[in-house]
């Protein structure tokens, strides 16, 4: 059965291929795919306003969407688990979701349901923010440069004194994340451990995060972060942009770091769908993805030419509805420290460069590991669990049968796709601490982690108990 185009513009593309099958021709030494025939092709998708949902944003804008045969509504969500939550009970065909999110539903924290992506949408994108009141206190531990600047990237060795006069002053040092399975709740994490202060951890009967904690972390939506921030609820937050350029730009709070500083092209949020809709809709899972990948290349391609055209359309209300020069502080190659410290961050925002789009595999493991660091996961778990856990999430077969489509339409170079990847990164040391990752070896870099959970250690009581020696 051949389904009827959504718009002008796809009716445009199924013509162009179909003559272009009739007369045989060649594009790129392939022949031309014929169009998927989509099982669904009026799709609601949701997302949070932030700079990285600029793949949906752009694939509707661009006519990448209407390409595919697909009428496509996105809708803002209010948080992190309402998105989920519609996404699970089908109000949602799908979700720009953070990379936690899959994998936590998958394991049955917080809410159970098998959730997949085939798709990355970016590298990077985070910062950490704090209080004007604790940059200033935070400053008198930092080396400055020759030009009277602190020296980045900012350790948080730098807050650690900060964190004790706070609780000498009688005062519990409050930092804000977007969710529990939150990108940021983990890279948050992970730069306090680095500076040797424990950000608490979770166990089965206490879902707080807060045991033994030197700074208590807990939720807040992202749009809301220097509001909360200004009011004196927290002192400090790791959001997405454009949120910490917001409490620049606002006047109430510096931002201390970027994540590229502590995870080099760290992988950031997905695509998410439940295991059912993928089984479901197999052609429509593949349209929307090769749509996203057609919007990741436009987002980067030329040296981010195309960057000041995405920071007005994510401008717009009905996407990220900021003001286009603090979206653009940061999708321009640039991230705004303390108030005009404005330094060049080239890769802040990545969408498709660096295999950016590929759903690794390794990059699943990482989020699984620091979620059984920080008692997330309350058991320890072989390394053979770890990837089993990746596998049943991530789906690279999906992504590169998108890819495939794209090079045989002409839409993209074979060059630009990881073919013969087997899902796993090549270890990394680009961390803040300098600790190597492996995600084939999951336990031995949980070893090497001085604050967090390891080998058999899980939290009882309040406490940390059990050996930790390393698992198999």
Known sequence: MIRLPASPRTACFFTAAAIALSLGTLSSGTAQAAPLNVEKDQLKLGFIKLTDMAPLAIAVEK???????LSVTLEPQ?????LLDRVISGELDGAHMLAGQPLGATIGYGTQANVVTAFSMDLNGNGITVSNEVWERMKANLPKGADGKPVHPIKADALKPVIAQYRAEGKPFTMGMVFPVSTHNYELRYWLAAGGINPGFYSPTDVSGQIQADALLSVTPPPQMPATLEAGTIFGYAVGEPWNQAAVMKGIGVPVIADPDIWKNKPEKVFGVTEGWAAKNPNTHLAVVKALIRAAQWLDENNNANRAEAVKILAKSEYVGADAKVIANSMTGTFEYEKGDKRSVPDFNVFFRYNATYPFYSDAIWYLTQMRRWGQIAEAKPDGWYAETARKVYKPDVYLKAAKLLVEEGKAKEA??????????PVDSGFIDGIAYDGRKPNDYLSKLSIGLKGAQKVEGGQVVGAAQVGG
Do not use: Q
Not at 78 to 82: L, P, Q, T
């Open 78 to 82: 209010a948080n992190w688990k309402v």
């Open 416 to 425: 630009d796709f990881p073919w013969t990847s087997d899902g796993y990164k």
């Open 63 to 69: 006519g990448f969407f209407d390409d595919e045969g």
